[in-house]
């Protein structure tokens, strides 16, 4: 168990809607990052927040946001969703990323775009 | 920008033999290398990690070292176990860019039959 909690665990839903996947990070770990596996594009970063502030961006579509509360817990949300946008969604969690480069993951959340 | 490059799966060994996975990295900087592990159905765990070269990073019986000169990061284990069956991912961070999020290899699935 990483200490990284996700839920839910499994979606289902259809193309147009919206959903919301949550991540608690580990106790003491201000830096939360969102990662996407789908089976044609493998594991790709998608964005990192740090103590409540986006921090880098990578390839995550304008459809997707993302935030992360005071209480450091984060959220992703997807829009207008396509076939395409089911994965496995990751979360991750390190306590500082300059000085702890050692990211923690959740167990992933499955989404199933029908 | 920056890459990894993973062997193509998947890797069947018979319980004992000799493991490598070879992993090769493009940086614009001096990265971190890493070594995760999904097991079926689950999350991503760090398996080990180098931050300098040089370093060889250990862990459960599996060994890789990090390679400046021929920017490789292979994982080794001297005999496999069933249990070892997973999906065996490399990463980089890139500290130098000030970029944390990990960038992942394409995976290499392992089967290890009795």
């Known amino acids: 168990d990483s200490g990284v909690t996700q839920t839910p665990k499994h979606l289902i839903t259809a193309t147009g809607q919206r959903v919301t996947l949550r991540c608690s990070p580990r106790s003491g770990d201000l830096s939360v990052y969102w990662y996407q596996q789908s089976l044609d594009q493998g594991l790709q970063f998608l964005i990192q927040y740090y103590n409540g502030e986006e921090r880098a961006k990578g390839n995550i579509l304008e459809r997707f946001s993302a935030q992360q509360f005071p209480d450091l817990h984060s959220e992703l949300n997807l829009s207008s969703l396509e076939l395409g946008d089911s994965a496995l969604y990751f979360c991750a969690s390190s306590v500082d990323p300059t000085s702890q480069e050692t990211q923690y993951f959740g167990p992933g959340t499955r989404l199933l775009v029908l | 920008g920056n890459s990894v490059t993973q062997m193509e799966g998947p890797v069947t060994l018979s319980e004992e033999a000799f493991l490598t996975i070879n992993c090769t990295y493009t940086a614009t900087g001096y990265p971190s290398l890493f070594w995760y592990v999904q097991y079926p159905g689950e999350g991503l765990q760090l398996l080990l990690k180098a931050t300098k070269a040089d370093d060889k990073g250990s862990n459960k019986g599996f060994e890789a070292t990090y390679r400046k000169e021929t920017t490789s990061f292979h994982l080794e284990k001297g005999s496999v176990q069933v249990s070892d069956s997973a999906v065996y991912f490399c990463?980089?961070?890139?500290?130098?860019?000030?970029?944390?999020?990990?960038?992942f290899g394409s995976g290499t699935r392992l089967q290890v039959q009795p």
């Open positions: 990463a980089l961070s890139d500290r130098d860019t000030g970029r944390r999020a990990l960038t």
